[in-house]
């Protein structure tokens, strides 16, 4: 499958049905040659791809370019779809996530981007800093490095800024197996996360399934308004009842929602307990 997958489509990707996306899997899974049912797959999931790229591109320097990390992340993707094994319940998006990210960060570190007069500057200034640290015993600072090299405080800082910029971002933070590091704590504010992109689906199921049990009156009203975009004195006049009724079947279409959403937690909180 070729790169064709492009984000600016991304809107026009018709989204399947959970019972779909698990039909499709259940194809694929039994038939692993078939690169159609791949592609199908790899489609279905290329927002995870728009997620990682999304929070890696803004930590990196305009030398890479958005196109080029996309490509990156849809090999990740690609991957995961064909070594994916739904193994003691694991997700697909969480399995996913990790090969897309790490592809694209392999494919970074896999680059030397910086022009060779560059890494022969940040090797002199490496150079004098073990020397001074040698001398003073402790580490120099980037004023001290640049008398010793002859050149500007500014200078030395734009050199080791230069050797930085890629890899810091993969530094880590803290120690331990909860240690971070940098780059997982940018916040992309463009996208959604998966996990709030499924939260978000999984509020609407559900208000959607209590809407469905509002007696009719009471749940086209509540279409005509937060749909339809209608006030209550055109709904009124639609449906051929006064500006107060309307306002007052809302009040009572919204406290029946609550109750319903409420209901609805409770037994998923009783279900996790179990």
């Given at each position: 499958m070729e790169n064709e997958n492009s984000f600016?489509?991304?809107?026009?990707?018709?989204?399947l049905s959970d019972e779909e996306i698990v039909s499709l899997w259940e194809q694929y899974l039994n038939d692993h040659d078939n690169?159609?049912?791949?592609?199908?797959?790899?489609?279905?999931?290329?927002?995870?791809t728009r997620y990682?790229?999304?929070?890696?591109?803004?930590?990196?320097?305009?030398?890479f370019t958005f196109e080029d990390i996309s490509s990156y992340g849809i090999e990740g993707l690609i991957d995961a779809v064909e070594k994916y094994t739904p193994r003691n319940g694991a997700r697909f998006e969480t399995y996913a996530l990790v090969r897309i990210r790490g592809n694209i960060i392999d494919k970074i570190r896999s680059q030397d981007f910086l022009p060779r007069s560059v890494r022969r500057k940040i090797r002199d200034v490496k150079e004098a800093q073990e020397q001074l640290k040698k001398q003073f015993g402790r580490p120099a600072t980037n004023s001290e490095v640049a008398e010793l090299l002859g050149m500007e405080t500014d200078k030395v800082d734009q050199i080791l800024a230069d050797d930085t910029t890629i890899t810091s971002i993969y530094d880590k933070k803290g120690s331990g197996e909860d240690s971070l590091e940098i780059i997982d704590t940018i916040k992309d504010s463009t996208h959604k996360a998966p996990h709030e992109e499924y939260e978000e689906k999984n509020i609407k199921g559900q208000l959607e399934a209590a809407l469905k049990r509002l007696p009719e009156r009471e749940r086209m009203i509540m279409v005509l308004y937060y749909h339809e975009n209608m006030t209550?004195?055109?709904?009124?006049?639609?449906?051929?009842?006064s500006e107060s009724r309307v306002c007052q079947i809302h009040a009572q279409a919204i406290m029946k929602l609550k109750n319903l959403l409420s209901e609805n937690r409770s037994v998923r909180m009783q279900q996790s307990i179990v």
């Open positions: 600016s489509s991304y809107n026009n990707i018709k989204r690169k159609e049912l791949r592609d199908k797959l790899i489609v279905q999931y290329i927002y995870l990682v790229v999304g929070r890696v591109k803004v930590a990196l320097p305009p030398t209550f004195k055109e709904i009124g006049e639609t449906v051929n009842i």
